[in-house]
């Protein structure tokens, strides 16, 4: 990475990283058109500082100039210039610096073996070399494996819990309808995901990145394209699975705002309130979904909507979090009343250490319910991968959202007294018929 001909390929570099990024977090990484923006842009300053600076420059210094990703300044004969790494590269570092050597004619030093201009860009590569992109893929391998299992995991028991409501009649009431909707939620989730990594991640759209040249690079520099249609079913499925993300969230929050309106207001419970939490927990998320794929479509129409297309993700992110939010006050509130009750009924029953034990058991039982685990870490942005906090915070999201549809029909179904009675009496009937 020695010389300005590792330039390019240190920003190819810079496109996969940016891809392989995407596969956990897509929502915090930039387009690859993105960064030739802000790349176009750094250029345009730089070429208007050389202009005013070449007016004042008259002894032999080496002149300033723009290499395609620094502007470097002028340089005193027989001095190193450092410059550092450039912030609008996403994945340099930015704690390094680049260098360049004026010799002592007042030229900028060549490396002979290309003939082009000598640069060391070793401190702003350190995410490119071979063990940091070994480490970084052992990480993404990781957490792949472990969300596909969580993920596939809940499909299975959701798909049991949800044809378990349905068969038995005695189980059809408000509560047991609000459950179904929120397994096939999940259901769905985890579905889309299986098919957006199919799409994105294997096959051709896998390889784009990989097969990059120096000169695919440089067409990037041009124009962007009008809409590709081989890519309008790979845009379907994002969108599709943006939806049913959005959809999990608010059926978590249907199902906190019932179990709220049945403690405090007991006007929910009633069948005709149904297709009012119908049209929240389906209905809300395909307005913003919407929205926002407009937006996108009109304004940021490029590559297969994977990656983030600067502010327009708060189109759906922003009400995402507000369910996340409003869920967790509720959360809060429900548990404050459990515990007020709990202490009202069994003063002088109960020993204060079971008291503080079936606390804590409701707490528990509630929490996948109402996916506290989604404010751990709601507020705290993304840092780098090789970051501990990071493989931290990925690896607990990672196994909570994938294993959550799992909890919540083994808490809410499997260990349901009334969903055992019912299977006991059909093995009961079923042996006598035998």
């Known amino acids: 990475m020695g010389t300005s001909g590792g330039i390019v390929g240190s920003l190819l570099c810079c496109c996969l990283l940016i891809s392989v990024r995407a596969l956990v977090d897509p929502d915090d990484v930039l387009t690859k058109e993105e960064q030739i923006y802000l790349l176009a842009e750094a250029k345009e300053r730089c070429q208007k500082d050389i202009r005013a600076q070449l007016e004042k420059i008259k002894d032999t210094s080496c002149l300033p100039e723009w290499d395609g990703i620094i502007c470097w300044p002028q340089g005193s004969p027989g001095q190193e210039v450092a410059v550092p790494c450039p912030d609008y590269i996403y994945d340099f570092n930015h704690d390094g610096h680049a260098y360049r050597y004026c010799s002592v004619y007042g030229t900028w030093e060549m490396a002979l073996s290309i003939n082009k201009t000598w640069a060391n860009y070793t401190e702003c590569a350190t995410l490119f070399s071979p063990e940091s992109r070994s480490r970084e893929k052992e990480v993404f391998d990781r957490l792949h494996l472990m969300y596909t299992i969580g993920y596939s995991i809940s499909l ?3 798909l049991v819990a949800v044809s378990i409501l349905s068969y038995f009649k005695r ?21 889309s995901i299986f098919v957006k990594d199919m799409v994105l991640y294997s096959g051709a759209l896998a390889s784009e990145p990989g097969k990059m040249r120096e000169d695919d690079f440089k067409a ?5 394209p009008g809409p590709r249609s081989h890519l309008v079913g790979c845009k379907v499925v994002v969108t599709l699975f943006l939806y049913f993300l959005a959809t999990n969230h608010y059926w978590i929050l249907v199902e906190g705002l019932y179990l709220h309106s049945l403690i405090f207001m007991a006007f929910l419970s009633n069948d005709n309130y149904l297709w009012v939490l119908i049209i929240i927990g389906w209905g809300l998320p395909a307005v913003f979904v919407s929205v926002w794929a407009s937006v996108r479509a009109s304004l940021a129409d490029t590559q297969c909507w994977d990656l983030s297309a600067g502010n ?11 369910a996340v939010v409003v869920n967790f006050f509720l959360f809060l509130n429900i548990v404050r009343v ?14 204060p250490r079971q008291q503080y034990r079936k606390l804590l058991k409701s707490t528990l039982v509630l929490m996948p319910l109402f996916g506290v685990h989604y404010v751990v870490f709601m507020a705290m942005p993304y840092t780098e991968v090789s970051g501990v906090l990071w493989q931290i915070q990925m690896h607990y999201e990672m196994l909570f959202n994938s294993f959550q549809g799992f909890f919540v029909a083994f808490i809410y179904c499997f260990c349901n007294g009334e ?10 009937r079923r042996s006598r018929s035998l």
Not at 312 to 322: C, S
């Open 156 to 158: 299975a028991s959701l």
């Open 419 to 428: 969903v055992q009675a019912e299977i006991k009496k059909a093995h009961f």
């Open 338 to 351: 459990l515990a007020s009750k709990l202490w009202e009924t069994n003063t002088g029953k109960l020993d």
């Open 171 to 191: 189980l059809h009431c408000t509560r047991n309808y609000i459950h179904v909707h929120l397994f096939t939620s999940f259901m769905c989730r985890a579905a």
């Open 220 to 224: 990037e520099m041009a124009p962007p």
């Open 312 to 322: 327009m993700k708060w189109i759906y992110q922003v009400p995402i979090l507000a």
